[in-house]
């Protein structure tokens, strides 16, 4: 597609349940890459995908997060029994490749609350 | 472990002036230097990139410089308008990951 695309835009959540969130990037692009950005605060990697391979999960806070890759498309992070620090607004990008010539494209995000 | 900071953390000028945001980083091995906006409630929109090798680029009423050497990037907004009201984010790329800043927030005021 033209951009990077994620849904839902906004996700409400009660405590213990699981979510997932769903990210469609560039047609072509073979790196995509998930951040979280907690209110007020910077961005932090999370996973990092070449491929439908993930050599960087180095970033994600705890076993209740994964994340897949399919078809070198679509990804999907989920979080297992989510918990209130959980609330953030994940981001995905996406990149045509790895070198120093190739910026990131990030997607609009899904906003997530856990009440 | 890279750091990235900047400075200003906040930004408020009469719409017309020029500014300049400022971006340092603590790992020179870095592959690229990129500049993003970020308007409430939005993702992130790229501005401008800067490859390792290169010391500028412009687009439009923006330029973005590199010193690899000294760990710092500027980026220099001509004209400014309100609606460059915004949070600007520095991001550093080393391996396979993004490193970002905690931003600049600009406010221009008619």
């Known amino acids: 597609g033209a951009g990077v695309s994620q849904s839902p835009s906004n996700k409400v959540t009660e405590k213990g349940k699981d979510v997932e969130l769903r990210c469609d990037p560039i047609?072509?692009?073979?790196?995509l890459y998930w951040y979280r950005q907690r209110l007020g605060q910077g961005l932090e990697f999370l996973i990092y995908?070449?491929?439908?391979?993930?050599?960087?999960k180095s970033g994600l806070p705890s076993d209740r997060f994964s994340a897949e890759r399919t078809g070198e498309s679509v990804s999907t992070l989920t979080i297992q029994r989510t918990q209130q620090e959980d609330s953030a607004v994940y981001l995905c990008a996406s990149s045509l490749g790895t070198g120093a010539y190739y910026g990131y494209t990030f997607g609009s995000g899904t906003r997530l609350t856990v009440v | 472990k890279q750091e990235v900071t900047q400075i200003p953390a906040a930004l408020s000028v009469p719409e017309g002036e020029n500014l300049v945001l400022n971006c340092s980083f603590t790992?020179?091995?870095?592959?690229?230097l990129q500049w993003f906006r970020q308007d409430p409630g939005k993702g992130l929109t790229s501005l401008l990139l800067?490859?390792?090798?290169?010391r500028e680029q412009t687009s439009g009423r923006l330029n973005a410089s590199l010193d690899k050497s000294s760990g710092r990037s500027t980026l220099y907004i001509a004209a400014s308008q309100p609606g460059d009201s915004a949070t600007y984010l520095c991001a550093v790329r080393g391996g396979n990951k993004l490193t970002f800043g905690t931003g600049t927030q600009l406010k221009v005021e008619l």
């Open positions: 995908f070449q491929g439908n391979s993930a050599p960087d």
């Open positions: 047609s072509g692009h073979t790196a």
């Open positions: 800067i490859q390792s090798s290169q």
């Open positions: 790992d020179s091995a870095i592959y690229n």
